[in-house]
């Protein structure tokens, strides 16, 4: 079974503060990445996608995120962020079959402090 | 267009009970999956369905099972409700069947007392 592993729990900043948050999925083969987001009490909302191609993806509300195949790694930055960011990030894999459907991470909780 | 459309909200049921949730995915999507959110587990794939088909089942009990509609609407059944099975449940819908990008509902708030 693939499992994704995110590399903190929890991550305070202060505004203007640059942000990145990392994963790392285990599947070897080929595989779709994603983070969502969620913001209190809304659901969950797709950030970004790595499907293939290039390794740097842009995303909405000035996301993007970096694929490092060779770390099987998956990592959200953004460079400024603000305290509206403050919600649950989730990183989540897909592999080819979809047996597990979407595998997804234990979640970061980012507080951006005003 | 209108989003992931879950009903109910929240439930409150009795152990023993069984509970039946509905999804109605974004029109023209015809992959619906359902998902188990909880504080201690995090999110965990239950089952998807496309055309009608159950394609892929996660690592749960037979008591939960699922259902899809010709017009892609889904239904999640739990039979003999435990309490155990308090959590978010969330649905999602996919224009095709796995790898796009899943777009999910609220998502309903199962309560097992």
């Known amino acids: 079974a693939q499992s994704v592993s995110q590399h903190n729990h929890h991550v305070i900043l202060s505004e203007a503060a640059s942000l990145e948050l990392g994963c790392n999925y285990s599947?070897?083969?080929?595989?779709?990445l994603f983070w969502y987001v969620q913001y209190p009490g809304q659901h969950l909302q797709l950030l970004l996608k790595?499907?293939?191609?290039?390794?740097l993806v842009k995303g909405i509300k000035g996301f993007e995120a970096e694929f490092i195949k060779s770390k099987f790694s998956f990592y959200l930055r953004k460079p400024s962020v603000q305290w509206s960011d403050t919600a649950e990030y989730f990183c989540?894999?897909?592999?080819?079959?979809?047996?597990?459907?979407?595998?997804f991470g234990k979640g970061t909780h980012l507080i951006i402090q005003p | 267009k209108a989003g992931v459309t879950q009903t109910p909200r929240y439930l409150i049921k009795t152990r023993g009970q069984q509970v039946t949730l509905s999804c109605s995915p974004i029109?023209?999507?015809?992959?619906v999956s359902w998902y188990q959110q909880t504080p201690g587990q995090g999110l965990q794939f239950l089952f998807e369905?496309?055309?009608?088909?159950?394609?892929n089942k996660g690592n749960f009990p037979g008591r939960f099972s699922g259902r899809q509609f010709s017009n892609s609407r889904s239904e999640m059944n739990v039979s003999t409700l435990e309490l155990g099975d308090s959590a978010l449940y969330l649905c999602?819908?996919?224009?095709?069947?796995?790898?796009?990008?899943?777009?999910f509902g609220q998502g309903t708030r199962l309560t097992v007392v």
């Open positions: 999602a819908s996919s224009s095709l069947t796995g790898g796009n990008e899943a777009f």
């Open positions: 599947y070897g083969g080929t595989v779709n």
């Open positions: 790595y499907f293939s191609g290039d390794p």
């Open positions: 989540a894999s897909y592999s080819g079959g979809g047996a597990d459907g979407l595998t």
């Open positions: 029109s023209g999507h015809r992959s």
């Open positions: 369905y496309f055309s009608e088909t159950q394609r």
